[in-house]
């Protein structure tokens, strides 16, 4: 059974050794680390099965250019799971609690940089089909976003702009 619940400062530790061992390197803890002190805001999850803190999904506000009037946007990074626990569903728990905790805090969407494969059933869709584009260069493909609120981006073309901290680990 896994518990998915907001992360604590407790946890810390554990959010750094998750995201170190899933993505085999440091880049993403670091950025998680500089994420806490800097985005207060954050939406930060993590995924317990019995005792161990096995999984972690971190949403930061996303900045649009030019803004939209009414449009809210999180960017989901990173999304991590100890790979002994990988493909027994727990990412998707984690995104799923996610996007209900951006609804729940007024974010209007939420976009993503990762597999095209894995992102879709979940929602998303490419960002450009919709007039979103990354700061920085990325496969089209890989830049998805997830409308909470439909119909946001109608004949609108915008810079999606990540937290700064994020520049570190593109």
Not at 65 to 90: C, F, H, K, N, Y
Request: overall charge neutral.
């Amino acid at each position: 059974m896994i518990l998915i619940r907001p992360e604590q400062p407790t946890d810390y530790t554990a959010v750094n050794h998750i995201n170190q061992v899933a993505f085999g390197r440091a880049d993403e803890a670091q950025l998680v680390a500089a994420l806490h002190r800097q985005a207060p805001s954050a939406i930060s999850l993590v995924a317990w099965w019995e005792n161990e803190a096995v999984g972690h999904i971190l949403f930061t506000p996303v900045s649009l250019e030019p803004p939209l009037p009414g449009v809210a946007a999180a960017g989901l990074a990173p999304l991590a799971v100890l790979p002994s626990r990988q493909r027994q569903g727990i990412g998707g728990q984690l995104i799923e609690a996610g996007l209900s905790a951006c609804r729940a805090q007024g974010y209007s969407t939420v976009i993503v940089l990762g597999h095209p494969e894995y992102y879709p059933r979940f929602g998303f869709a490419p960002a450009a089909n919709k007039g979103v584009y990354c700061e920085f260069t990325v496969p089209p493909e890989a830049f998805m976003l997830c409308e909470l609120t439909p119909k946001l981006f109608a004949s609108s073309r915008v810079v999606a702009r990540y937290h700064p901290a994020f520049a570190s680990v593109t």
